[in-house]
């Protein structure tokens, strides 16, 4: 599963979050739906033991041991099924399974090589036998910015600030733990609950910044975004943030591999 994403039963809307959604017994999160015509009861996407697999992934994976040529198992005790039937169809194929695991597993005898090593270790001696250089980690977040007039105020707009899956800009995220807004670097106003959206008018002639902060999980600093005026905030913006957690620097780029 994946702690950190929500789904709804009801409409299968999906909402990614930068925090542990475990919800009770039931899964139940407590969150309800974004959809107006939905709200429905979300539910973390957490597999706890003796659950099932999700069926989708389940058999998406059985397919691809059926085509596969070589497993690589890491890190599982290959003890609990429905998994185990994954590397199961690899060796019914007579195709190659090869299982990195601190201790043996059921599948010892079966496989064409057993590695008891860390995944670390393994995956580092994989990739420098590939001749493939491990890139730095680089945390990835996406953020959209929408600016709306205000149709009964001509100098008043409405700025919206969202998060989104840097994969699938359909899947909210939530990144923000709140947003200040700054007016000629005075703080007017911080917003601490979803959705991040504030009202301005008379501020043309006004620097404005939105300084987003985070749940810093990895000792993410605040990122400040700044406007000359409310003129210059784009009607519809959307950007990647890059932070590199050892230079401890976010940088603000169109793409999200630039």
């Not at 009770?24 to 974004?34: A, E, S």
Request: hydrophobic share 35%; glycine share 6%.
């Amino acid at each position: 599963g994946n702690m950190n994403l929500e789904k709804c039963p009801k409409c299968d809307a999906k909402y990614l979050r930068d925090y542990d959604t475990e919800g009770n017994r039931k899964h139940y999160t407590g969150r309800r739906c974004d959809k107006p015509s939905c709200r429905g009861r979300l539910k973390d996407s957490i597999i706890n033991f003796g659950e099932d697999l999700p069926e989708d992934e389940l058999n998406k994976a059985l397919d691809h041991a059926g085509k596969a040529d070589l497993c690589l198992v890491l890190g599982s005790s290959l003890s609990v099924t429905p998994a185990t039937d994954i590397p199961e169809r690899v060796v019914e194929n007579k195709q190659k399974l090869v299982i990195g695991n601190l201790q043996r597993t059921p599948f010892h005898k079966n496989a064409t090589l057993n590695i008891h090593a860390f995944s670390d270790v393994i995956m580092q001696g994989v990739m420098q036998r590939l001749n493939i250089p491990i890139p730095p980690w680089i945390l990835r977040r996406r953020v959209h910015i929408t600016c709306s007039q205000d149709l009964n105020n001509e100098n008043q707009k409405r700025i919206l600030i969202e998060g989104r899956d840097p994969n699938n800009p359909d899947i909210p995220f939530t990144l923000f733990d709140n947003i200040e807004i700054i007016v000629n670097q005075k703080v007017i106003q911080k917003l601490i609950h979803q959705p991040f959206a504030f009202d301005l008018s008379d501020c043309d002639q006004q620097s404005i910044t939105i300084r987003l902060h985070f749940f810093g999980h990895y000792n993410e600093i605040p990122f400040d975004l700044t406007y000359a005026n409310l003129s210059n905030i784009s009607n519809n913006e959307q950007f990647y943030l890059l932070y590199n957690p050892i230079e401890g620097q976010w940088r603000k780029v169109t793409g999200s591999d630039e």
